[in-house]
């Protein structure tokens, strides 16, 4: 949905760092604090963004080093009360679509069902013939155990 996004160095810092992302009256906004001095710096604003009500909010971080990692050790969210005299109609929300001043309309893709294809189907045959071998060994050393302890059973008999 927005084209710009945040640079800042999150990562290797010996304190947490913060992200602040507001959306009040069809404004976005996102400010950071990365230094740990309470200090927020805008990142950017976007006006005249619509976000329809019924989504889900998801967090995700890309590093480009393969063992960097992000933890998100908390996420709080605040709902923003209406102003006095101000009505909000969930049916109508439900039916705006997402856009943004300046960004393309892009159409709405729903993610598509995987197809099984051969491939899968031939990984989950292996994988079945695999679980039928460990569990075809795993009785024949059990027997052969079993078996086994039955001999020592019947020398250790004295009569």
């Known amino acids: 949905l927005i084209s710009s996004g945040i640079n800042a160095e999150y990562g290797g810092q010996k304190h947490d760092t913060f992200v602040s992302i507001k959306y009040i009256n ?51 969210l605040y709902e923003v009360d209406l102003v006095p005299g101000q009505t909000f109609n969930v049916d109508e929300a439900l039916k705006l679509v997402p856009s943004a001043d300046g960004e393309p309309d892009r159409p709405h893709v729903h993610p598509k069902k995987k197809e099984k294809g051969s491939s899968s189907v031939l990984w989950t045959i292996f994988y079945i013939f695999i679980t039928i071998v460990i569990v075809l060994s795993a009785i024949g050393i059990g ?17």
């Open 26 to 76: 069809n404004i976005l906004t996102v400010h950071s604090d990365v230094r740990g001095k309470s200090k927020w710096t805008k990142c950017f604003e976007v006006k005249n963004v619509v976000l329809p009500v019924g989504y889900h909010l998801g967090l995700s971080a890309s590093t480009g080093d393969l063992a960097d990692n992000h933890d998100v050790k908390m996420l709080k």
């Open 143 to 159: 027997i052969v155990v079993w078996q086994k302890k039955q001999e020592d059973r019947r020398r250790k008999r004295f009569f």
